[in-house]
Every structure is written in C-alpha cells, then in structure tokens.
C-alpha cells in the first residue's frame, strides 16, 4: 500500500537533509520548511511547541492558509531550496519516494520540483478541509471589527531592536520571551519616537471595543487616562500602554479591554487588560500584567505577585480562564447580544479553547552595565549594549522558571516583551506626563 505524503511524512523525509539545519530535530526542520515556503515571510513564527506539534501531528489549518499566500507556483523557493541538498542525499530521498509508493519514476533530477510540490498540495489540502471551529470567532461583523488590530503600529520597526527571543524551559505551553532595545542602541536612550509611537497610541488603547474611535479623540482620551494614574490605580500607565502595543503588535493577541477605556459612561476599569490570541492550536484569553521599575530583579518580582494575585486567593482549585474574564466589561461596551456572543466563545469546555489563563507580561527596566560605553565607538558600545541585553534576558529566564515553578504555572503559556531605559520609572513617568499632563 502506498505511503500518504502527508505533511508529518514529508518532514520526516527530508529531516536529515536540509541544507542550512542548525540541528536534526523536526522542529528546527519544521522551522525552515515554513521560512524557505514563504520567502521569509512568515511572521511571527510558532513557538518551538506549535512546531513540534506540526511535525507530529500535521500542519494545522491556519498555518497552511498564511503559508498558501506567500507560495508563488511558478517560481517555487521550495523548489530552488531543494536543489541545494546534496546529490547522494537526493538520491536516497528519490529511493524512499519510490519505495513508498509516492512516485514510480521519480530520480534524483527531479527530486526538487516534486518536494516543492507534494508540500504545496499538502498545504493546499490542509488549507480546504472543513474548520472544526466554524468560524467561531467573527473576524469582522456588520457593524463593528471585533477581533481586529486596533494598535497603530507601522512605526514599530523605527522604534525598537528586536535583540533576541527565547523560551522558558518551565512553561509546558507555547511560551516565548521576548528582549528589545529602543533604536539607536546607545545609552542615553533617545525617547522620541518611542514618544510618537505611544502618542499615537493613546486613544486606541482607551477606546473600548464598541466605542466609535471618532466619539473619543485624544483630548478625551488624554483627560481619561490623566484621571486614571491621579486615582492611584495602575503603578505604571507607560508599561501598561506598550504591553498593549507589543501584544497587539508582536503576539497578535488583540484586546478584548484594557485597564483605562472610555465607554459612553466613562468607566474605568480596576482591573487587567485581557486579549483574546489563536495561537494556532487553541484560542487563548491572555492576561496582561506589566511592571516598570530601576531593578530588572524587583520588576519580575512584582509581576510574579500580580500573578499570584490573578489566583484569587483559590488556592485550593484550578484557575479558569474564563472565570478570570470581566463579562460585565464586554456587556458595557458592545451590549447583551454582542457580549453573549463573545462569551459563547469562551466556555471551559470547549476543546478549541484554553481552560488555563494565557499571561502577556511587559518587563520595563533600568539599563544597568559594567561594560565600557563611553571610551569606545559607536558599533561598540552598540554591540555591548546588545551583549548586556541578551544577559538581562538571561537572568528573567532564570527567574521567570523559578517563579512558574513556585506558582504551579507550568500548564499556562507567556509572552514577555523586555525594554531596557535610560532611567526606568523617572523616563516612564516624564514621558506620560508630557503626552497627557499631569
């Protein structure tokens, strides 16, 4: 009986073979499969969990999708990719086609094509098979886009040096960790088009969901959020903005309500952003939590206690995402049958969703080095800055899975986003304070 070229096939076949493999793991194949497919332009890609899941139990639906836009037939990177494995090693893929039942007459000349090609019928199988989640999720409805960006962020590139990104060994979820650095790498950091980024901002992130953006202009808005840090409430407007815009932006999670919104009524409210991410396997409701402080050591360890705080003293019982959720926010802002729908979707029960609560956490933190920035050029001081951000990461792994552990957070995933300052809570607070008033 012939072998189905299905997609966890075809990885396995070509698994030893890649040209440009960092390793022989199926993730790290997985990985250039998709990356050579899309020309580079697959963004943001899974974490290493998804794409071991797609390497064992198939690509998923999403995921074929996106890659099926990027795939031009006629001139195929898969295809030119192909051709630079090796001769010897094509050959013994030709052989496993053909005792496989694949191809009968397949030679290692033609090997290339046919791989580019079973990929992209794989794709476009996957891609048109019925969604188990029958559109669930109202990418857009007639009056209103419910699950759309709302961040303007075409500035972000300009912004920030994406430095490196990891993932915590104690999270059993799709987890990563994210470093970055404010553009030019230099210390002192230059704030200004951080300033513009987040001016341009501002409403988005107080708008509610529901709201027309031209009932609340930036006045409004600016008066909102002044109001909103005079009253006590957030320990940092700034962190709580740029987790929004990294969540949104970075993470594709987009905001079902942030902690400061305008509604017709003007609520505030006193409690964590939630967003709602398809991570590709499950939806997600993600948390956000942030913290802006001189100590990297003290910011991580505040945000371990916003999230033992998240545990609502239930020691004693698990955790739902669901219970966590606001459901009096959703009716405020988009009214009873808008908010029912919202909510049908997120049921404990239902297996295309995530039972456990999702965590988006913003690391704001003072710059702190031994390494010489002064006496030295430019490109040097850029490359030690870089080198001691990389560190810093280093050290909120070490400490993000300590903290998992301690807290029995395994089961949720995390995104983190890390930003060093010049002088965190001072900058932090100059810079809200200019754009708002105090």
Not at 312 to 340: C, F, H, I
Not at 345 to 362: A, N
Not at 372 to 398: F, G, H, P, W, Y
Request: hydrophobic fraction near 35%.
């Amino acid at each position: 009986m012939a072998q189905e070229a299905n997609f966890t096939y075809l990885i396995d076949l070509v698994n030893p073979y890649l040209p440009d493999a960092e390793d022989t793991s199926k993730e790290e194949t997985v990985r250039l499969i998709i990356k050579q497919a899309s020309n580079n332009q697959y963004s943001p890609m899974p974490a290493s969990s998804t794409l071991n899941k797609y390497a064992a139990d198939g690509i998923s639906r999403t995921a074929a999708k996106k890659l099926l836009k990027f795939i031009n037939k006629e001139t195929s990177s898969l295809e030119e990719y192909f051709s630079k494995i090796g001769a010897d090693q094509l050959t013994l893929i030709a052989n496993k086609l053909k005792e496989d039942g694949i191809s009968s007459d397949v030679y290692r000349g033609k090997v290339p094509s046919l791989l580019a090609k079973l990929f992209t019928e794989e794709y476009e199988r996957v891609a048109s098979r019925k969604n188990n989640r029958q559109q669930k999720i109202p990418i857009q409805s007639a009056d209103e886009d419910i699950f759309t960006k709302t961040v303007s962020d075409e500035m972000f590139a300009a912004v920030f040096r994406h430095v490196n990104v990891s993932e915590m060994d104690a999270v059993k979820n799709s987890n990563a960790i994210h470093a970055f650095v404010l553009k030019p790498e230099l210390l002192p950091f230059n704030y200004e088009k951080l300033r513009q980024l987040v001016e341009s901002n501002i409403t988005n992130y107080a708008v509610a969901r529901g709201v027309g953006k031209n009932d609340v202009m930036g006045l409004r808005a600016a008066r909102l959020l002044r109001n909103y840090t005079q009253s006590g409430i957030p320990s940092n407007l700034l962190g709580e903005l740029l987790n929004y815009v990294f969540l949104e932006h970075a993470e594709h999670a987009f905001k079902l309500y942030t902690r400061a919104e305008v509604y017709k009524n003007s609520r505030i409210i006193d409690n964590e952003g939630v967003y709602l991410k398809d991570n590709e396997e499950r939806i997600q409701l993600v948390f956000g939590v942030s913290q802006l402080n001189d100590s990297l050591q003290d910011a991580i360890d505040n945000v371990i206690k916003e999230l033992k705080d998240f545990q609502n003293n239930r020691s004693n019982e698990l955790v739902v995402a669901r219970d966590m959720l606001d459901t009096s926010v959703l009716e405020t802002q988009l009214g009873d049958e808008k908010s029912k729908e919202i909510i049908k979707l997120i049921v404990p029960d239902d297996e295309e969703f995530d039972e456990i609560p999702s965590y988006g956490i913003f690391l704001g933190y003072q710059f702190k080095t031994d390494k010489d920035l002064v006496d030295c050029s430019a490109n040097v001081a850029k490359t030690r800055c870089l080198e001691t951000v990389k560190e810093d990461m280093n050290q909120a792994i070490k400490q993000l899975n300590q903290a998992i552990k301690s807290c029995h957070l395994q089961k949720s995933s995390f995104y983190v986003y890390m930003l060093p300052f010049t002088k965190a809570s001072e900058d932090g607070n100059k810079i809200m304070q200019e754009l708002i008033g105090e």
